[in-house]
């Protein structure tokens, strides 16, 4: 669900509606830092950050970045510096507020529990956000991209109020310890409810790695096709392409559903089960349910750009947009599901007239310097500079920056010179075509009823 499309506003509706809502804590950071200079519309952030436990935090960030009125027409956002492995403090402060918040607002107005979904490759911003959002009262956590090892045990240290400390991986060097410790934030350490920790896995294999060789428990598993939006796992064996240049998947890549039941934890099944009868047909499996994602990210409710919406919806209408996993878009190396729509990085003349900055830097990869230190690099940053560390040219090819055009997609898009915007880069499960069953202004609650029927 990218940066920000499953909001606040799009969990709220699932879990009011017997879901599990999940709110996106990928960028909080960002997200919360546009929100405050875009006005903070409605005054939600700040009527729920008045309930943070350490005000001073809150008292300094609004003094700093919120804007009565907004910002000015073609005004750029101001951004955080980029942080690094000894110089966090502020991204971690906003990501601590942001996930706080967007838990909150998440959970207000009904007593049903709210997750939270987060990518393991963002290591950076892991800690403090998972303790912003267990200070919410987050009920679960979901995590993917990546194997999140480390993270039942940083789960049980924050849970009983202690400081948790995950690694940060460095290519060619020795992983780095990241330390979070309430104190340092002016927070007391008590003890939080322990959120169920999900990780995403495509595998029986990882799946039981993860149960059994994990930091600490974990409560299920989301199982997750090839045919899911987003990050995919790439294919098992070796690399073979269709015409379209699109990674081949085949029986090797459907995870084995006998042996993950065999573990004896509850999992959901993703992937291509968004329409009426795939409740039912993962239930029959063994699953405890699904997760969807497609369906979710165009109603209504969701924080998806309104003409975004519109634009995919009226094409399904009609002629149903192609939607392809593209192996060299994600920064990440992983295949990454690209929405063909026009105007947007999906189409070669949008990407080619872009002129390439790494401003964000939540996909950069630390590596191991000559000097002995750590330094950070992008595939999807400015070429010269990425081959200057070290990284291959090679890799650069087609790379697309994920970080800003995903906050793009949700309405914050960052203003470049001569005032122009960043452009949107939509992402989708294979299902995208079902879209032409539902009305424009269709709502959560509908695809529920729906899914549910």
């Not at 956590?141 to 940083?154: C, H, S, T």
């Not at 452009?423 to 509908?446: E, F, H, I, M, V």
């Amino acid at each position: 669900m990218g940066i920000a499309v499953s909001d606040w506003q799009l969990a709220r509706t699932v879990s009011q509606h017997g879901g599990l809502g999940v709110v996106s804590g990928t960028g909080i950071d960002t997200v919360l830092l546009r929100r405050l200079q875009d006005g903070d519309p409605g005054g939600h952030l700040r009527r729920v950050l008045a309930t943070f436990p350490q005000a001073s935090l809150v008292q300094a960030c609004l003094q700093r970045f919120f804007r009565s009125g907004g910002r000015a027409p073609g005004e750029p956002y101001a951004r955080l510096p980029l942080p690094s492995a000894t110089r966090f403090r502020d991204a971690w402060t906003m990501t601590l507020l942001g996930a706080y918040a967007e838990v909150a607002l998440a959970r207000g107005g009904h007593a049903h529990p709210v997750g939270l979904n987060l990518l393991t490759k963002l290591q950076l911003h892991t800690l403090p956000a998972l303790y912003g959002a267990m200070l919410a009262g987050v009920d679960t956590v979901i995590m993917g991209a990546g194997i999140p090892r480390d993270i039942p045990g940083v789960l049980d240290a924050l849970a009983a109020g202690q400081p948790a400390t995950l690694r940060l991986d460095v290519r060619g060097g020795e992983a780095l310890p990241l330390t979070f410790d309430p104190a340092d934030f002016g927070l007391p350490r008590v003890p939080l409810a322990r959120p169920n920790f999900y990780p995403v896995v495509s595998s029986h294999v990882l799946a039981g790695v993860l149960a059994r060789k994990a930091s600490g428990a974990v409560q299920g598993f989301i199982v997750e096709g090839p045919t899911a939006g987003g990050h995919n796992a790439p294919p098992r064996g070796p690399l073979t392409l269709d015409i379209q240049g699109q990674p081949v998947y085949g029986e090797r890549d459907a995870a084995d559903l006998s042996a993950i039941r065999a573990l004896g934890l509850p999992f959901w099944l993703a992937g291509g089960f968004g329409a009426a009868g795939g409740l039912q047909a993962a239930l029959a499996a063994g699953a405890t349910g699904i997760q969807v994602g497609t369906l979710f990210a165009f109603a209504q409710e969701s924080g998806l750009r309104a003409d975004l919406k519109a634009a995919v919806l009226a094409h399904a209408a009609s002629e149903p947009l192609e939607v392809l996993t593209d192996l060299h878009a994600s920064p990440t190396g992983f295949p990454f599901k690209v929405v063909a729509l026009p105007g947007t990085l999906a189409q070669p003349g949008v990407y080619a007239a872009r002129t390439r900055v790494c401003d964000l830097g939540y996909l950069r990869e630390a590596y191991h310097t000559e000097q002995g230190g750590v330094g950070w690099r992008c595939p999807a940053e400015p070429v010269a500079a990425y081959v200057a560390k070290g990284g291959a040219l090679e890799n650069t090819q087609g790379r697309k920056c994920l970080c800003n055009a995903l906050l793009a997609d949700a309405g914050y898009a960052q203003v470049g010179r001569g005032a122009v915007e960043e452009a949107a880069l939509l992402t989708s499960g294979d299902d995208l075509g079902r879209l032409r069953d539902w009305a424009p202004g269709y709502g959560a609650a509908d695809v529920l009823r729906v899914l549910g029927g």
